[in-house]
């Protein structure tokens, strides 16, 4: 939430001091309550509980081996903020932070087999959500996925609603409002 600029609160200091008054009213906006802060908080839960359901999965890998992919439990932040727009009163924020961890064989039964740990850990990531509430209901506007490989350079991607709704344990269809 950005502040307002002295210069815009200055006359605002000016009465309050002449008026002996603490504090500036009306230099910050008001928190976002009622019923934009409930329903988001059921995305909220609703994102918590399906990123929690995760289950590591076993795909072909690219040299004829067979990949085991899991998600650490997922951290899920939050934020909803009011705006000054009538047309879109709330914006709310997730942020959601987890790792990807990997592990190869070479069939498709000693994927499974395997129990990841920390050693298999490929990329932490963080996925930032944008929504917008227009009174009535949340509607997701954007996303991106920032995700940190050892020895890699870190890689920021724009994450689009196809990639968030999409079927499987790759998708956020959780997160998104219903």
């Not at 289950?55 to 690219?62: D, E, I, N, R």
């Not at 050892?150 to 998104?176: I, K, Y």
Request: glycine residues 8%; contains cysteine; proline residues 8%.
């Amino acid at each position: 939430m950005t502040q307002p600029t002295l210069r815009s609160c200055a006359p605002l200091h000016l009465a309050a001091a002449a008026a002996m008054v603490v504090g500036l009213a009306g230099c910050s906006k008001p928190e976002a309550t009622g019923p934009a802060t409930t329903s988001f908080d059921g995305i909220t839960t609703a994102c918590t509980q399906f990123l929690a359901a995760r289950q590591p999965h076993v795909l072909p890998g690219a040299a004829g081996d067979w990949t085991l992919t899991g998600y650490s439990p997922a951290l899920v932040q939050p934020e909803v903020t009011r705006t000054e727009s009538t047309v879109t009163p709330y914006v709310g924020k997730l942020v959601i932070k987890d790792n990807e961890a990997q592990a190869h064989a070479p069939t498709e039964a000693a994927a499974q087999a395997i129990t990841l740990t920390p050693a298999h850990l490929l990329s932490n990531r963080t996925h930032t959500f944008i929504y917008s509430f227009d009174g009535t209901q949340w509607r997701w506007q954007n996303g991106q996925r920032l995700t940190k490989i050892p020895g890699q350079n870190d890689r920021l991607e724009a994450v689009t609603l196809a990639d968030v709704s999409a079927a499987g344990p790759r998708g956020f269809a959780g997160c998104l409002p219903r």
